[in-house]
């Protein structure tokens, strides 16, 4: 379940088949709720003693009666304060109704908000689609503007359980405990800035339920990744693993080509080759000479390197050019696997073009909106239907960057890289980005593992090297001591 993620129909379509097939009723499973919040709370913030909850009008608000409840028989001062009673008889009435009859008061939502040590954000789960406004909107600002910690329930209330983006104001939780299963707007885009640390409980479902549940996408999981590149053979020589032709660097952009170039060594690729202008190869040969770096005056002198290449790193500092489109069409037009990044892709949506079998495209959203005609926002408005979408219209693997990194397989598959941090927005990451792919696939992947595989590679490496002196001030190169030291220790050559 850790690695499974669901739209928020998908998991209310958990939720009936509990109720209907495993004879659960929906006031028990509340009362699982509940209980994990409570011991998720104490457990976090174990001193608390004054506790405010505010509950809103479906099944979440019933979650969180509840949750004041326990708070209120273990001696706590509870408190709780509900905009809009439940409207219809149901669970979260009856929650409600059990908090009045144990004494809990229900307080005026626009009276002065109450301090508390610990405040709950029960008041939206999955099923807000609308922006926030009204009292419910004063409430999140007040939240927010508290100070204090929340823990939210199930999805931190303004925020799409589906998309990950913030409805107008969304509560900024310190920590977020998600129930049944993860949904998968959580690990994407502005959500990521709002629901603090993200916990699971499946309420004590049983596996069965979710056998039959084929998720919407999954997270990346370098465990069985490690499995994908076997030990080395203690025979094996620089041939058995590939030779990756970056082909890039316009005048001015060199350290681009150069930055993919390496990164495709340091995961592993036996050779390299850079295909630049001229007046780039004396300094790359000069700041990594295992770098084969050869000047390029046209397409007819791309084609000998070409042949002897197995995977092309295409697009990094390329510009768009006539030198840049001569050999963007001699590379496309080799059929080798490739990676296409930056102006490799910008010059697919000026002019479509047949891409080989085994492609995989890292575009960040501005780059996926040219590609798919339309505005930014529109990535941003879903990045799952955008990945799917372009990986459907160009018969490529997708790797669509950003928080929370989305990649689609054409068939319809997505992974979700849980890793990554600020510190990795800054000039050159996505140029080692494309050199990792293109390097594991020089190795023996399939489009589609090398993609994933990369992504989590580079992720990781970035989360360790900013680990190391924080986030600011981190640049590209400093992620490669650790791609090395990973991909060994993933790889099965440690």
Known sequence: MGIRLYTAAQVRALDRAAI???????HVLMQRAAAAAWRGLRARWPLARRLV????????GGDGY???ASAREAGLDARVIAPVAPRNAGDAVRARLEWLAMGGAILDPNSEFPEADVYVDALFGTGLTRPVDGSARALIDALNASGRPVLALDVPSGIDADSGNALGAAVRATATISFVAHKRGLWTGPALNHRGELTLDALGLPDSLFRSAQPDARLLD?????????????DAHKGDFGHVLAIGGELGTAGAI???????????SGLVSVATRAENVVALNAARPELMAHGVRD????????QRASVLALGPGLGQSDWSRALWQAALAAGKPTVLDADGLNLIARKPAQLPAHTVLTPHPGEAARLLGCDIAQIGNDRFAAARELARRYHAVVVLKGAGTVLAHPEGEVAVCPWGNPGMASGGMGDVLTGTIAGLLAQGLNAWRAARFGVGLHAQAGDAAASMGGPAGMVAADLFPQLRQLRNARGGDD
């Open 20 to 26: 209907v097939s495993l004879g659960i009723s929906g």
């Open 53 to 60: 909850v505010v509950c809103g009008s479906g099944n979440n």
């Open 66 to 68: 509840l949750l004041a």
């Open 222 to 234: 370098m465990g069985r990744m490690s499995e994908w590149l076997p030990p080395r053979a203690l």
């Open 258 to 268: 150069r930055l993919c170039g390496e990164a495709a060594l340091r995961v592993g």
């Open 299 to 306: 397409a007819a002198g791309l084609l000998p390197l070409l």
